[in-house]
């Protein structure tokens, strides 16, 4: 299976902050790469697919980056709403892996 | 609206099987697949598998295969999970979620874009 290791696994950020975590792939899963933000209590929502293609009704603060083994969730003027977890997710190989997140906090 | 609503919590102890039920409602129910993920409390999340509602074929993550059993009922818009032989650390929330697929510049890419409510599942004697 490919691993997805994400970095920081928590962070602390303010209201209007430009936040940046990463997804590394251990081998590479092209741009076959997507993000879901979630909420205590809650489903997760997907924000990204493709790397960088934002979904459907997601805020264009959101921006993704990145092909092969190494990719990057940007978060721009960082709002309340914001503050949850982050996963990404390979669709590269048949057999999806997910990585184990990043917290994003209120500083 | 698009909704999979699943089926309620359930207590089960070591050795027992659970079955999750997940009714998807909406959209037509044949023409995406139906993948299943898992989250223990305060985890990431665990791709299990997934099944195309159509044809009923199936992948099973490696660490799942010869425990997981993933069907669906055409005729209720409806997909199952049923997991064998638990342990403790099966104690997870299960998640039904759709897999769509979407078109980019030059290829297709999956995501998932639909999920379930989640389903308690506690392993305990």
């Known amino acids: 299976d490919i691993q997805m290791t994400q970095s920081p696994s928590s962070l602390s950020a303010s209201v209007g902050d430009i936040v940046t975590m990463t997804c590394q792939a251990s081998?590479?899963?092209?741009?076959?790469l997507s993000w879901y933000q979630q909420k205590p209590g809650e489903a997760p929502k997907l924000l990204i697919y493709?790397?960088?293609i934002l979904h459907s009704g997601v805020s264009s603060r959101f921006s993704g980056s990145g092909s092969g083994t190494h990719f990057t969730l940007t978060i721009n003027n960082l709002r309340p709403e914001d503050f949850a977890s982050y996963y990404c997710q390979q669709s590269y190989t048949t057999l999806w892996t997910f990585g184990q997140g990043t917290k994003v906090e209120i500083k | 609206q698009v909704q999979l609503i699943q089926s309620g919590a359930e207590v089960k102890r070591p050795g027992a099987s659970v079955k999750v039920s997940c009714k998807a409602s909406?959209?037509?129910?044949?023409?995406?697949?139906i993948t299943w993920v898992r989250q223990a409390s305060g985890q990431g999340f665990e791709w299990m598998g997934w099944m195309d509602p159509d044809n009923g074929d199936t992948r099973y993550a490696e660490k799942f295969q010869g425990r997981v059993t993933m069907t669906r009922d055409t005729s209720k818009s409806t997909a199952s999970m049923e997991l064998h032989s638990l342990t403790y650390e099966d104690t997870a929330v299960y998640f039904c979620?759709?897999?769509?697929?979407?078109?980019?510049?030059?290829?297709?890419?999956?995501?998932?874009?639909?999920w379930g409510q989640g389903t308690m599942v506690t392993v305990s004697s």
């Open positions: 979620a759709r897999r769509s697929r979407f078109r980019g510049n030059s290829d297709y890419y999956y995501g998932i874009d639909v």
């Open positions: 493709g790397a960088s």
């Open positions: 909406g959209y037509t129910f044949t023409n995406s697949d």
């Open positions: 081998q590479s899963v092209r741009d076959y």
